[in-house]
């Protein structure tokens, strides 16, 4: 119990933002670390069950799909990691949270378990219940800590990545960039979706827009030649899809 309560309050603490390395761009995929976390239903009705899965990226393998090595549910209310320790998750949601084929998966609680959830918690009679799950991973160089949240009570899937263009064609593996000017990027996203654009080949701008620039510097002795192209849409009901291409730049 005491190991998974320090597990706990290392991911509450990883959610709060602490410990974070400020001297990589967040869109650089040419470090370690992981990118998004995604449930395969990011909302579950009474009873359903969803998997859970990380894309993460590494120097050595650029973006790539992996398993938690560690999932467990965290407190929905704690505001720092101070008080982490002192927080408590109820039952139902700790239960919600279970390994499968040496993975994990949520598990939601049945209806009855739900409405009292709702009750405990102070939610409304129809509200969503919120579970927020602590996930880890190592790929070498440490642990890697993300938190995701899981709203139980109905049921929602993820959404299907729109068309990706990048210079002008579809976005696909073996793309071959020019340097020194501005590659357009864009994707079909639904109005109110959050964009994220990643590469580990240039300097993006309007990264965080459905159409960004990339551009490799041919005079940056840090830019990388050959390496990744990778885009996050994240919908407002918590769903998330992905893509990621592997490009160079041509010599």
């Not at 995701?148 to 793309?175: C, H, R």
Request: proline share 5%; net charge negative; aromatic share 4%.
């Amino acid at each position: 119990m005491k190991k998974i309560l320090l597990i706990a309050c290392a991911l509450v603490t990883a959610a709060l933002g602490t410990g974070c390395d400020d001297t990589v761009a967040q869109w650089d995929l040419y470090n370690e670390r992981i990118i998004a976390v995604r449930s395969s239903s990011p909302q579950l009705a009474a009873g359903e069950r969803a998997t859970l899965e990380l894309l993460v990226t590494s120097e050595e393998r650029g973006p790539h799909v992996v398993s938690p090595q560690i999932a467990i549910a965290v407190p929905s209310d704690v505001q720092d990691a101070a008080s982490a320790a002192d927080a408590e998750v109820p039952a139902a949601l700790a239960r919600a949270v279970v390994p499968e084929n040496g993975g994990w998966a949520v598990v939601a609680p049945s209806a009855a378990e739900l409405a009292s959830l709702r009750g405990e918690m102070g939610l409304a009679a129809d509200a969503l219940v919120p579970l927020r799950i602590g996930v880890r991973v190592d790929l070498g160089g440490g642990p890697l800590d993300a938190i995701k949240l899981v709203n139980l009570g109905t049921s929602a899937g993820n959404p299907t990545l729109g068309a990706v263009s990048i210079n002008g064609a579809p976005a696909q593996d073996g793309m071959v960039l020019p340097a020194d000017v501005d590659v357009a990027m864009s994707v079909e996203v639904a109005a109110d979706d959050e964009v994220y654009w990643l590469s580990s080949i240039g300097d993006l701008s309007d990264e965080e827009d459905p159409v960004a620039e990339l551009n490799h510097d041919s005079s940056n002795d840090d830019h990388q030649l050959q390496g990744h192209i990778a885009v996050v849409v994240r919908a407002k009901d918590g769903g998330v899809t992905w893509g990621f291409w592997t490009a160079s730049i041509a010599q």
